[in-house]
């Protein structure tokens, strides 16, 4: 079964980057959709960045300008770039990926297990 392995949370001073990884952990033959929440203590669940298999992005607005989305296929990899970053990017952050595996000719829904990202000087 495919998992979603996440990597590159911490602690980081304000203003200062951090490079979130998202890795599949078996082949995928298509990648469909890529999307990063994140999520704050007593807040709702929000959308980071969402890229498409066609490369379009979007972005929420807290982030636009700071954060930048990024899929590299041939190794099932998704990327968030987090530069300039602000205490109010405390959050877990968790990637989720609409994929077509290589034992199913469906598109599946996958989530990652969630990292923290604190920012605090």
């Known amino acids: 079964q495919v998992q979603l392995v996440e990597s590159g949370g911490g602690l980081v001073q304000p203003g200062g980057s951090l490079r979130l990884s998202c890795a599949a952990s078996k082949s995928i033959v298509k990648l469909h959709v890529m999307t990063w929440y994140r999520q704050a203590p007593g807040k709702e669940r929000e959308l980071v960045a969402r890229i498409s298999s066609g490369g379009n992005t979007n972005y929420g607005d807290s982030v636009k300008g700071r954060f930048t989305i990024s899929v590299d296929n041939a190794k099932n990899t998704g990327y968030l770039q987090m530069n300039n970053l602000r205490p109010e990017d405390t959050a877990v952050y968790y990637c989720?990926?609409?994929?077509?595996?290589?034992?199913?000719?469906?598109?599946?829904?996958?989530w990652g297990q969630g990292t923290q990202v604190t920012v605090s000087s």
């Open positions: 989720y990926a609409g994929a077509v595996p290589d034992t199913s000719p469906y598109v599946l829904e996958y």
